[in-house]
């Protein structure tokens, strides 16, 4: 059975950064893209980064280009996303999501909190 576990969210003034971990077990992690997605209250969820199953090509929604970063180590079978330079509309859960057949594995989700 898959499993996504999230970890690292929390509470961090505007302009600062986190660095968000997921752990990622039951299948071969090096065959499946990845991707973050989060939701803001009252919000549908939505992408934030994407990563190819090799980490060869990385996509970004425009909202965070420039300011997060995603990678992954296929060794560990592990995905991290590194967010720079938060704002306050960067609040929200942060999931992490599997692309494996049918309708994927999500995580539990990790709150990120940005407010001064």
């Known amino acids: 059975q898959v499993q996504v576990v999230e970890s690292g969210g929390g509470l961090v003034q505007p302009g600062g950064s986190l660095r968000l971990s997921c752990a990622v077990s039951?299948?071969?992690?090096?065959?499946?893209?990845m991707s973050w997605h989060r939701q803001a209250p009252g919000k549908e969820r939505e992408l934030v980064a994407h990563i190819t199953n090799s980490g060869a090509k990385t996509m970004y929604a425009d909202s965070v280009k420039g300011r997060f970063t995603i990678s992954r180590d296929n060794a560990k079978n592990t995905v991290t996303l590194q967010m720079n330079g938060l704002k306050p509309e960067d609040t929200a859960v942060y999931y992490c999501y599997a692309r494996t057949p049918g309708s994927g594995s999500w995580g539990q989700g990790t709150q990120v909190t940005v407010s001064s």
């Open positions: 039951g299948l071969t992690f090096s065959n499946y893209a």
